[in-house]
């Protein structure tokens, strides 16, 4: 009975916590904890009006980043830095592509479902790169050039044509179905141009020298130091050569260059632009010549051998930059 009561004994006071807590707080034999010593409480979550809502959390954090990033990526490419641009648009693409892939809806699916799923992604994806960003913005150009016999007086939408001058035909097309716009172009060709001018197309552009249009130089002839004459007599014409303050010539002469610019709204989608020119031949000779000069300041007028045409302009969002150099005088040059 003893030994039963004492066993009895035992289990009681397995029963009871090994480190019982005391009145004062502390265990049995060790000193009572102080109110300034105790731990600090843990802090209650804040009430559910101050959360914020998980839609918000989705919108901000797991899409914003992602649309973030593709949306500076369009920008990019619309300001023509194109390659950082598509970089940043497929980078912000594959996150937001990441994040679906670890939603509970799209984890639990069959493989052959997320297989379907993917292909259906790639190929819109695919499809308004092909379509969108990297679509083709061709170019073509066609020129002619001839010496043409007119008579004297002849006008030619409004060039005054003269004797040495020879034609200069220029045709620009957008074939495809988008039009281009902010259309920015230099023209050049292996003789002077001394007019060019717009004669057909549905694009309302100007054209200019690169130097400028300038008010023709005057001239007096003059006896030593007194005048001769009226000023601009045409029996005393002088050929102006400008150069700039370091003696490097700035264009053949007054009036011409070599170079013209063009610049449109727009080319809109299958359609051409087509210029007229004025061409002259100068005799470099007649550049060193000391007056008065042996050699003429014109040589006889011939047709234009090459056209050089650099272009740039805007097209679904995207810069686009199109050379043509040196296409030759009647052929049809493209680029695609």
């Given at each position: 009975?003893?030994?039963?009561?004492?066993?009895r004994?035992?289990g009681?006071?397995g029963l009871?916590?090994?480190?019982p807590i005391?009145?004062?707080g502390?265990?049995?034999g060790?000193p009572?904890i102080?109110?300034?010593?105790?731990?600090p409480?843990?802090?209650?979550?804040p009430?559910?009006k101050?959360?914020r809502?998980k839609?918000?959390?989705?919108?901000?954090i797991?899409?914003?980043?992602?649309?973030?990033?593709?949306a500076?990526g369009?920008?990019l490419?619309?300001?023509d830095?194109?390659?950082y641009?598509?970089?940043?648009?497929?980078?912000g693409?594959?996150?937001?592509a990441l994040?679906?892939?670890?939603?509970?809806?799209?984890r639990?699916?069959?493989l052959p479902?997320?297989?379907?799923?993917g292909l259906?992604s790639a190929a819109?994806?695919?499809?308004?790169?092909?379509?969108l960003?990297?679509?083709?913005a061709?170019f073509?150009?066609?020129?002619s050039?001839s010496?043409p016999r007119?008579?004297?007086?002849s006008?030619l939408h409004g060039?005054e044509?003269l004797?040495?001058?020879?034609?200069l035909?220029?045709?620009?097309g957008n074939?495809s179905?988008?039009?281009?716009?902010d259309?920015?172009?230099e023209?050049?060709?292996?003789?002077?141009i001394?007019?060019?001018?717009?004669t057909?197309?549905?694009?309302?552009?100007?054209?200019?020298?690169?130097h400028g249009?300038?008010?023709?130089?005057?001239?007096?002839?003059?006896?030593g130091d007194?005048?001769v004459g009226?000023?601009?007599?045409?029996?005393?014409e002088y050929q102006?050569i400008p150069?700039?303050?370091n003696?490097?010539l700035?264009?053949?002469?007054?009036?011409a260059?070599?170079?013209y610019r063009i610049r449109?709204?727009?080319i809109?989608?299958?359609?051409h632009?087509?210029?007229?020119?004025a061409l002259v031949?100068v005799?470099?000779k007649a550049?060193?010549c000391?007056?008065p000069?042996?050699?003429?300041?014109?040589?006889p007028?011939k047709?234009?051998?090459?056209?050089?045409i650099?272009?740039r302009?805007?097209?679904?969002?995207?810069g686009?930059v199109?050379?043509?150099l040196r296409?030759?005088?009647?052929?049809?040059c493209k680029t695609?």
């Amino acid at each position: 009975m003893a030994r039963e009561a004492q066993q009895r004994e035992r289990g009681r006071e397995g029963l009871l916590p090994r480190n019982p807590i005391g009145p004062s707080g502390a265990p049995p034999g060790r000193p009572p904890i102080s109110p300034d010593s105790a731990p600090p409480p843990t802090p209650e979550d804040p009430p559910d009006k101050w959360r914020r809502p998980k839609a918000l959390n989705y919108a901000i954090i797991r899409l914003g980043v992602p649309f973030a990033i593709a949306a500076l990526g369009i920008g990019l490419m619309m300001a023509d830095r194109f390659s950082y641009g598509v970089a940043l648009l497929y980078l912000g693409l594959g996150l937001f592509a990441l994040d679906i892939a670890y939603e509970d809806f799209f984890r639990n699916r069959s493989l052959p479902l997320k297989i379907v799923a993917g292909l259906i992604s790639a190929a819109l994806i695919t499809t308004i790169s092909v379509t969108l960003i990297f679509r083709a913005a061709p170019f073509e150009v066609f020129t002619s050039s001839s010496v043409p016999r007119y008579g004297p007086g002849s006008k030619l939408h409004g060039i005054e044509w003269l004797p040495r001058y020879s034609e200069l035909n220029v045709d620009l097309g957008n074939p495809s179905s988008t039009d281009y716009d902010d259309f920015d172009a230099e023209v050049t060709t292996d003789l002077v141009i001394n007019h060019l001018v717009q004669t057909g197309g549905l694009g309302n552009c100007k054209l200019d020298s690169i130097h400028g249009a300038n008010e023709p130089p005057h001239w007096q002839h003059m006896q030593g130091d007194q005048p001769v004459g009226p000023i601009d007599n045409p029996n005393w014409e002088y050929q102006v050569i400008p150069y700039d303050k370091n003696h490097k010539l700035l264009a053949p002469f007054s009036g011409a260059d070599w170079t013209y610019r063009i610049r449109c709204d727009k080319i809109p989608a299958n359609s051409h632009l087509t210029l007229l020119g004025a061409l002259v031949l100068v005799n470099p000779k007649a550049y060193d010549c000391n007056a008065p000069c042996p050699y003429p300041f014109f040589d006889p007028p011939k047709p234009a051998k090459w056209v050089t045409i650099l272009a740039r302009f805007q097209t679904s969002g995207r810069g686009r930059v199109k050379n043509i150099l040196r296409c030759q005088i009647g052929s049809i040059c493209k680029t695609e």
